[in-house]
């Protein structure tokens, strides 16, 4: 009996060995991966030394010939290695293995192999392998009439095929979407790669391409380079467009796609993408050219060529727990370079490389800082490159100590910024902010804070406009002592039902007059917008060299009601009253008025529906001056967003009214239907409209679409593109 148990040892070794077999999805064959899998997992693979256990209902040894025979749902486990039989015979004279009946076996992989019948020789080495399946760990299945086993790590297939598609399964007999056939396949595990030879793609049964050669990655391989795949465009701006990446593999922790464009009536084009993966952070650089027709600023053609392009690149590195860096840069060669191609619709390119460090105090966790340079590229007609800011360095510092006396902290807040310009005005300004805020809450539940700040700005520039018409260069500077005090009263009422909260709020700020002396450039504060998100603020410009300043108060009232954890209705509604009419920051229409217009904002969520307006309205008319709505609806099999925005008469951003759009219909179980659009109703046009189909099941995703973009500046016309793109699972 030892001698058995040696003998079978070296079967589950050859078996081991043995490679890739190939499954038939509509075989009658039966399937034991997931009763394998359940009941032994899948785990890693261990030494072939371990020992082996043995399960037959009946088991036999020719003690003249040296041959074992094990009989009756035999089960032979050595390691992570499991084989299943009717029958097993190993001949020790002739070195030969044989497995007979329903053979199954699980890899460490996690991939389980068929077959009716194996045989093994030469040392166990290379054999045949008769109707021989497998069903690989990622599930995708092969099938071949008959296999050789070549040696350890090569198995040759004859006539075989192979599909990733759920298939032949509850009696299904269809074909499935995809399948590749080929006169001869060989799987290679050490190179991790299935080469076919005279192979065939299979769509729904039919063949729809032959290619001589072909290969592709086996499940859990490594990266592997090759053709991933295309993409199709038609195009009124760019004509027929053909996309084919090819991806390089070019270690472990990098690799680089290539993409090579073809463009009918706007000429080739070349996309690049290389990523690296470190220790500390990853990086990633695209960029993209082509030797384009030149024209003119109108968009019009010239005689002659010229390269147009893009580059973008981004890294993101951790020094450790508490210190990082990384960068973001981007250009383009002209103002419609991106839209044209298809790569984005930004209006403005912003590049910056920073470091920063995060609660890097001992002791104290409430610390941030950062130093950053940013570099700006606009692309509209309007911009001007000379005009646009560069700016370096901008450090920012933040720090809150621990609790002192009374529950009190004291807060630090710094800003170094140096703006350069080739043409205009110029700044550099140091900031500093000195705080202390002390909490209370009351015995009956009011919760009061007192905030006190000293803020000290030093400026110095250059080109600065005047109103007497002179530009000012020199020094210049504010200080401007701060004193806040913040109110709230929540009352909570729970019930079955829910909970309800009702919470007035109340904020009184006030500072010296005249906090904004004409010799400090307006850089960073030049949009200011008034809306419940900045009601209850100190200080509601969004930069640092515009300050609110006077004697001003903020009040309202702010309501909840949940209902069953996940349903409420969410309410804020408030104005602000300033005693001068300093205009610097407009709370209404009126620049002049010393109360605001009324702000506030209404949520619902119910789950499926989920809708926020937020809304300023004149406080004598209630008429709307700002009116936003987002709203989304998921019941399936419909999916929809929607935004809606509204700006009348703003004294900073005009009139505005657009609504943008989104949905998604289910239409199967793999099929869907997606539109979405923007309209401009100010301008009574439409800017895009988008609409398509796609499917997704488990071997392949489709994506077809049409769209028409209204667009007409320079180079760039009304053009409808339709686009698809297919990919097919394990083949990219």
């Not at 140096?418 to 009011?446: F, M, N, V």
């Not at 099999?637 to 925005?645: D, E, I, K, Q």
Request: charged share 20%; proline share 4%.
């Amino acid at each position: 009996m030892r001698f058995a148990c040696r003998a079978i040892t070296r079967v589950v070794l050859a078996l081991a060995l043995a490679g890739p077999a190939h499954a038939d999805p509509s075989a009658t064959q039966q399937d034991n991966s997931e009763v394998l899998r359940k009941r032994f997992g899948e785990k890693p693979i261990v030494s072939s030394k371990e020992p082996v256990l043995l399960k037959a209902d009946q088991m036999d040894y020719d003690q003249n010939n040296e041959i074992v025979v094990a009989s009756g749902k035999v089960e032979v486990a050595q390691g992570d290695t499991i084989l299943l039989a009717d029958q097993l015979i190993y001949d020790h004279q002739h070195n030969r293995v044989e497995a007979h009946g329903n053979v199954s076996m699980l890899q460490p992989s996690g991939d389980v192999y068929f077959a009716q019948q194996v045989e093994l020789q030469d040392n166990l080495k290379e054999g045949v392998i008769r109707h021989f399946k497998a069903r690989l760990s990622d599930n995708s299945k092969f099938v071949a009439n008959g296999a050789k086993k070549v040696d350890e790590n090569v198995v040759e297939l004859y006539k075989a095929v192979y599909t990733p598609c759920n298939c032949g399964e509850n009696g299904d007999t269809s074909p499935p979407l995809w399948q590749l056939k080929a006169d001869h396949a060989i799987i290679d595990t050490q190179e991790q790669k299935v080469r076919y030879e005279n192979a065939y793609l299979d769509v729904f049964g039919n063949s729809v391409f032959y290619t001589p050669y072909f290969s592709h990655a086996t499940p859990g391989a490594d990266n592997h380079s090759g053709l991933l795949m295309p993409t199709f465009m038609q195009s009124q701006n760019l004509g027929t467009i053909y996309q084919q990446p090819v991806y390089y593999a070019i270690s472990p922790d990098k690799d680089l796609t290539v993409t090579p464009v073809y463009q009918s009536t706007a000429g080739p084009m070349m996309i690049g993408e290389y990523r690296q993966m470190y220790n500390t952070g990853l990086m990633s650089l695209e960029g993209s050219l082509t030797d384009a027709d030149k024209r003119n600023a109108q968009g019009n053609r010239l005689s002659g060529h010229e390269l147009r392009g893009h580059y973008d690149a981004k890294g993101q590195f951790t020094l450790d727990e508490h210190y990082g860096w990384g960068f973001n840069l981007r250009r383009a060669s002209d103002d419609t370079y991106l839209r044209l191609y298809n790569f984005s619709n930004d209006t403005l390119l912003t590049s910056r490389g920073y470091a920063e460090g995060v609660d890097f105090i001992e002791g104290y966790d409430r610390t941030y800082a950062s130093v950053e340079a940013l570099s700006f590229q606009g692309l509209t007609g309007q911009d001007n490159s000379r005009v646009i800011p560069t700016i370096l360095p901008l450090v920012s510092f933040s720090h809150q100590s621990n609790p002192m006396a009374y529950n009190s902290r004291v807060t630090v807040d710094g800003n170094l910024m140096s703006l350069y310009r080739q043409d205009g005005s110029e700044s550099r300004r140091a900031s500093g902010t000195l705080g202390w805020k002390l909490p209370y809450i009351t015995d009956d539940g009011q919760i009061i804070e007192f905030n006190t700040r000293m803020r000290t700005d030093v400026y110095y520039v250059h080109d600065v406009a005047q109103s007497n018409g002179q530009l000012y260069d020199g020094a210049t500077g504010r200080a401007i002592p701060q004193a806040s005090l913040n109110w709230r009263y929540p009352f909570i009422k729970q019930a079955g039902w829910g909970s309800l909260l009702l919470e007035p709020i109340g904020e009184v700020n006030i500072s010296p007059d005249g906090g904004n002396p004409e010799k400090i450039p307006n850089e960073d504060s030049l949009f200011p917008e008034f809306t419940d998100t900045n009601l209850f603020s100190a200080d509601r410009n969004p930069g640092y060299d515009r300050v609110e300043s006077g004697l001003r108060a903020s009040y309202g009232m702010r309501a909840q009601a949940q209902f069953m954890q996940d349903k409420y209705i969410d309410l804020l509604f408030g104005q602000h009253w300033r005693l001068d009419n300093d205009a610097s920051f407009p709370y209404s229409n009126d620049l002049t008025d010393h109360g605001s217009d009324y702000v506030g904002k209404i949520g619902l969520s119910t789950q499926p529906l989920s809708v926020a307006y937020r809304f300023r309205m004149d406080k004598e008319t209630l008429k709307q001056h700002r009116s936003e709505v987002n709203a989304s609806l998921d019941v399936y099999p419909v999916t929809l967003s929607g935004t809606y925005l509204s700006i009348k008469r703003d004294p900073v951003l005009a009139t505005k009214e657009v609504i943008e759009g989104n949905s998604s219909v289910n239409l199967t179980r793999h099929w869907s239907w997606v539109t979405s659009g923007t309209r401009d109703i100010l301008l009574d046009q439409t800017d895009a409209i988008y609409t398509g189909v796609s499917y997704k099941d488990e071997c392949a995703n489709l994506l077809a679409m049409v769209g028409k973009d209204y667009t007409n500046i320079q180079d760039i016309e009304p053009s409808t593109t339709f686009w698809l793109k297919v990919s097919l699972r394990n083949l990219e």
